[in-house]
């Protein structure tokens, strides 16, 4: 036990959070920065033999540190602060998560519904996209290594196999090493990492059967398997749409080459589910009506047709005082500009198209002239087009000049589906603006877009 004491000068042990057959992992302090914040100090006890066997365990141990720093670079996953060696143990010190792990969601028979069960999939595979990218495997993803950190509701992913694996290390006298446990969790560990040869997919696996206990409030040694096949039963325990409970099923595999190979495969096609097909559906239907458009690429390189803009047909000559007061009000007739000057207040509108001529957006310019709201805005990512508002937080009074950055928000609705988000403006040279979208309400699913945020170019085309 370490309680009390100071690795490096610097780290005081506080007490105990864990201990394994890989090590211990305790809460401490750092004493060498202001206020003493919280870490984590994993202590780790390989075995060696000899003193060349000490020599192997240690190069591998700064090997998987390197990587551990690498990854600490997302936001959602613990920063690596330091890793050393004293009278030949190894230690990390890692950031502190304050929250709780995810088993005080998931826990006993709490059944989640669907809705908060994809948020949990999507936020995770998020973050695994990025380990598997760095082409590293977790290897013991379960409820317990999941945070919900306390300061944003994030999820937040621990405890790295890779570490486990140092310390479970034994090197023999010809430098010959091996594990002393298997890494994993039964139950979330599937065939071929107990045979000691884990896959990217080995991460879905394991992710996928947190998705069916969420579901179900089934732990996974309680969910049956059918003899044949050796696909899980688990369906008739949860209400679950049949679309996602196909995807948790190739997530779950006992196969792993009929899984998601890795957390960007798994992903594209979550958000699909997301959205309800719809963005595939609307992309068929306007390449039949509209071919000669072309379509702007989407971030991420992937092309999504008909995804936005706004059509503002903003003022009518007498509106409802309640909304607007009428003397603010311009009218467009016949297609023709006007202005109209009330007091100081100067309005002017124009019809704003986009270079391809897909995306009209009159008015746009109303902004650079006091007037922050419009509030007949459509887009025509589906038919028939979304309607809202649209309200600019910052509009200018005297014109918009190059450079000129102006922010708002949109709310638009269309049948059952209801999309919040965010729209900031950059003027340029030429009479050139460039429109940026992001949708911020996507945690509610009821927005049918596959990508949370885009851009166009657009030019002033006055009618």
């Given at each position: 036990?370490?309680?009390?004491?100071?690795?490096?000068?610097?780290?005081?042990?506080?007490?105990?959070?864990?201990?394994?057959?890989?090590?211990?992992?305790?809460?401490?302090?750092?004493?060498?920065?202001?206020?003493?914040?919280?870490?984590?100090?994993?202590?780790?006890?390989?075995?060696?033999?000899?003193?060349?066997?000490?020599?192997?365990?240690?190069?591998?141990?700064?090997?998987?540190?390197?990587?551990?720093?690498?990854?600490?670079?997302?936001?959602?996953?613990?920063?690596?602060?330091?890793?050393?060696?004293?009278?030949?143990?190894?230690?990390?010190?890692?950031?502190?998560?304050?929250?709780?792990?995810?088993?005080?969601?998931?826990?006993?028979?709490?059944k989640l519904s669907e809705k908060e069960t994809i948020k949990i999939i999507?936020?995770?595979?998020?973050?695994?996209?990025?380990?598997?990218?760095?082409?590293?495997?977790?290897?013991?993803?379960?409820?317990?290594?999941?945070?919900?950190?306390?300061?944003?509701?994030?999820?937040?992913?621990?405890?790295?196999?890779?570490?486990?694996?140092?310390?479970?290390?034994?090197?023999?006298?010809?430098?010959?090493?091996?594990?002393?446990?298997?890494?994993?969790?039964?139950?979330?560990?599937?065939?071929?990492?107990?045979?000691?040869?884990?896959?990217?997919?080995?991460?879905?696996?394991?992710?996928?059967?947190?998705?069916?206990?969420?579901?179900?409030?089934?732990?996974?040694?309680?969910?049956?398997?059918?003899?044949?096949?050796?696909?899980?039963?688990?369906?008739?325990?949860?209400?679950?749409?049949?679309?996602?409970?196909?995807?948790?099923?190739?997530?779950?595999?006992?196969?792993?080459?009929?899984?998601?190979?890795?957390?960007?495969?798994?992903?594209?096609?979550?958000?699909?589910?997301?959205?309800?097909?719809?963005?595939?559906?609307?992309?068929?239907?306007?390449?039949?009506?509209?071919?000669?458009?072309?379509?702007?690429?989407?971030?991420?390189?992937?092309?999504?047709?008909?995804?936005?803009?706004?059509?503002?047909?903003?003022?009518?000559?007498?509106?409802?005082?309640?909304?607007?007061?009428?003397?603010?009000?311009?009218?467009?007739?016949?297609?023709?500009?006007?202005?109209?000057?009330?007091?100081?207040?100067?309005?002017?509108?124009?019809?704003?198209?986009?270079?391809?001529?897909?995306?009209?957006?009159?008015?746009?310019?109303?902004?650079?002239?006091?007037?922050?709201?419009?509030?007949?805005?459509?887009?025509?990512?589906?038919?028939?087009?979304?309607?809202?508002?649209?309200?600019?937080?910052?509009?200018?009074?005297?014109?918009?000049?190059?450079?000129?950055?102006?922010?708002?928000?949109?709310?638009?609705?269309?049948?059952?589906?209801?999309?919040?988000?965010?729209?900031?403006?950059?003027?340029?040279?030429?009479?050139?603006?460039?429109?940026?979208?992001?949708?911020?309400?996507?945690?509610?699913?009821?927005?049918?877009?596959?990508?949370?945020?885009?851009?166009?170019?657009?030019?002033?085309?006055?009618?």
């Amino acid at each position: 036990m370490l309680i009390n004491k100071v690795l490096l000068n610097r780290y005081q042990i506080i007490k105990e959070l864990g201990s394994g057959g890989f090590g211990d992992t305790y809460l401490a302090k750092d004493t060498a920065l202001p206020n003493n914040p919280f870490c984590v100090v994993k202590h780790l006890l390989p075995k060696f033999s000899s003193p060349d066997s000490f020599s192997i365990a240690k190069s591998l141990f700064e090997r998987e540190a390197k990587m551990l720093y690498r990854l600490g670079k997302h936001d959602r996953i613990p920063s690596l602060y330091a890793h050393f060696e004293e009278e030949q143990q190894f230690y990390l010190v890692q950031d502190f998560i304050d929250g709780n792990d995810l088993t005080q969601e998931i826990s006993g028979e709490n059944k989640l519904s669907e809705k908060e069960t994809i948020k949990i999939i999507e936020n995770i595979l998020e973050v695994l996209a990025f380990v598997h990218e760095e082409k590293v495997i977790h290897r013991d993803i379960k409820p317990d290594n999941i945070m919900r950190r306390k300061k944003d509701g994030q999820l937040v992913l621990i405890d790295f196999g890779a570490v486990k694996e140092i310390g479970a290390l034994t090197v023999n006298s010809q430098g010959e090493t091996s594990l002393t446990l298997a890494i994993g969790t039964p139950g979330y560990m599937p065939n071929e990492q107990a045979n000691g040869k884990p896959k990217l997919a080995s991460d879905i696996f394991a992710l996928g059967m947190i998705g069916i206990q969420a579901l179900t409030g089934l732990r996974p040694h309680l969910i049956r398997e059918n003899p044949q096949t050796g696909e899980l039963l688990w369906q008739d325990y949860a209400t679950v749409s049949h679309d996602f409970a196909d995807f948790l099923n190739k997530m779950v595999k006992d196969n792993w080459k009929e899984r998601y190979q890795s957390a960007s495969e798994a992903l594209k096609d979550l958000k699909v589910i997301i959205s309800g097909n719809i963005v595939t559906k609307i992309n068929t239907k306007i390449n039949k009506l509209m071919p000669q458009f072309f379509w702007p690429k989407i971030i991420g390189g992937l092309s999504i047709v008909a995804l936005v803009i706004f059509i503002v047909n903003q003022t009518v000559e007498m509106i409802d005082s309640s909304k607007r007061k009428a003397p603010d009000k311009v009218k467009v007739t016949n297609n023709q500009s006007q202005t109209q000057t009330q007091g100081t207040k100067f309005q002017s509108q124009a019809n704003w198209r986009s270079q391809s001529g897909k995306t009209i957006l009159p008015e746009l310019d109303s902004i650079c002239h006091g007037e922050n709201e419009i509030n007949s805005a459509q887009t025509v990512f589906n038919s028939p087009p979304y309607k809202g508002d649209l309200f600019f937080k910052s509009g200018k009074s005297k014109g918009c000049q190059p450079g000129d950055i102006i922010k708002g928000n949109f709310d638009l609705s269309q049948n059952s589906y209801h999309c919040k988000g965010d729209i900031t403006v950059t003027w340029k040279e030429g009479n050139k603006a460039n429109i940026q979208w992001e949708i911020t309400n996507s945690a509610d699913y009821i927005c049918p877009i596959t990508t949370r945020h885009w851009a166009i170019e657009t030019y002033p085309v006055k009618k």
